[in-house]
């Protein structure tokens, strides 16, 4: 009864038996006191989204918080979040700000350097849809990516960061203007935003030495990503068509390095005697 917020984080907690029968558990035992929070990923099964909001709907505690991810607009945002299906995860995203009752929902979104392209698109349908449910429904919650550096938001030609970060400068100052803007968007996320287009225009390399190295970090690039494409049967150039010609002029060592081959078997042991007791 004392306990005051729970939180329930990820993989997907709703593919989890024990999460369904925790729940279960929770509907059994009132905390008048108590916030939970979960993540979901929206992207599972109708009936998994069903039973998640027709539990929103009836435990018995004070507040409900749901979090979702998601930091780029259409086919980019699949991109970028495998797995994902645009179209799927918009339409969870309304259906449990309908029909459930949670307290507020917020996207999370991980600022990397593949979603400024589109970030600007994607806010502007959380502003719609804040426009309809209110500022928390959905909240935004940016977090700027610092590791794997290649993948922060630093890591692109400076011509090409400050073209990005122009435009995201622009839809800021004419949101502003927007007469709902500061009925809709709260105090921590206009200073996130704010924060974004500082940390694009000042900062020049991350927190690691070695992210001052543009050739690295755009071999490190481009090294992943066409993995990524392999692997995952995703095509980066037609998702970004913007940077392509930079993509296909980075190259890459494709070398396997000659790397000593050790035996795995244990060696020693560290000092100190064990006690399991």
Known sequence: P???ELRVTG????ASF???KFLETMQKTPAPNLRLAVNSNLGVHDKLINKLIDMSNTLPIKEFDLYTSCEAFGIQAEYIRDGLVWDVWRNNLVKVIE???FRQVICMMTINSLCLYSITEFMDDMFVLKEKYGMNNPGIDLNILRWPAFMS???LPNDVKMFLHKKLNNWFEVQKKESDFYELFSEGEIAQIERLIDYIEVVKTGHVT???EDEIQFHDFKSFYEQYDKRRGKDFCKTFPELAVWYQNIDVDKTIPDVEIRPGDITH?????YNPN
């Open 2 to 4: 004392g306990l005051q």
């Open 11 to 14: 993989g997907e907690p709703s």
């Open 18 to 20: 024990n999460f369904w």
């Open 99 to 101: 029909e459930g009752n």
């Open 153 to 155: 938001p630093l890591a």
């Open 210 to 212: 070695t992210e001052g």
């Open 269 to 273: 042991f560290e000092d100190g005697e």
